[in-house]
T-cell receptor, first 110, second 113 residues
């Protein structure tokens, strides 16, 4: 089973700050997912990456396969970025169902 | 793209009752997943289908839980004789193949009185 650790659990930032959320996993994987969950439950897939870096708007995701570590960065953070950010990986390298971290609650204050 | 649709959004029921949730995946997606999420935790895998075949079930899926995807399109998740511990958000996701991103519905929040 793949264990997923996220840090920090909670993060409060001022609008405009650069945000970093970290994710570590225990077993080699084919790809890692970053997801965003807003109050009310809906989950949006932000990134699926297997190497290097991906960028979408103000969001950047990086992964280091050798170190089994990924980071999600938000540049110029905004209150609308407030949400729970979840890292997820397939268990044991399988590309089937996902094992999720417990999430990072981000609050961006105006 | 109508996205993944789940119904109902909220369900409140008394302990011991049966409940059924429905998930309509994105139409061309052959994979459908059910997850459960309790407060403050990340989602946990319950089961998944490839087309109409249920390929894997988690140990979390006790005998009181059953899931179906009879025609390889929509899926239902039934919980019989509900218990307090079943209170959670039940999330459905779909994907086109196992290597593609999963698209999530808004979930069904179940509250057991």
């Amino acid at each position: 089973k793949n264990e997923v650790e996220q840090s920090p659990q909670n993060l409060t930032a001022q609008e405009g700050e650069f945000i970093t959320i970290n994710c570590s996993y225990s077993v080699g994987i084919s790809a890692l997912h970053w997801l965003q969950q807003h109050p009310g439950g809906g989950i949006v897939s932000l990134f699926m990456l297997s190497s290097g870096k991906k960028k979408h708007g103000r969001l950047i995701a990086t992964i280091n396969i050798q170190e089994k570590h990924s980071s999600l960065h938000i540049t110029a953070s905004h209150p609308r970025d407030s949400a729970v950010y979840i890292c997820a990986v397939p268990p044991g390298g399988s590309a089937r169902q996902l094992t999720f971290g417990s999430g990072t609650q981000l609050t961006v204050l105006p | 793209d109508t996205g993944v649709s789940q119904n109902p959004r909220h369900k409140i029921t008394k302990r011991g009752q049966n409940v059924t949730f429905r998930c309509d995946p994105i139409s061309e997606h052959n994979r459908l997943y059910w997850y459960r999420q309790t407060l403050g935790q990340g989602p946990e895998f319950l089961t998944y289908f490839q087309n109409e075949a249920q390929l894997e079930k988690s140990r979390l899926l006790s005998d009181r839980f059953s899931a179906e995807r009879p025609k390889g399109s929509f899926s239902t998740l039934e919980i019989q004789r509900t218990e307090q511990g079943d209170s959670a958000m039940y999330l459905c996701a779909s994907s086109f193949g196992g290597d593609q991103p999963q698209h999530f519905g808004d979930g069904t929040r179940l509250s057991i009185l």
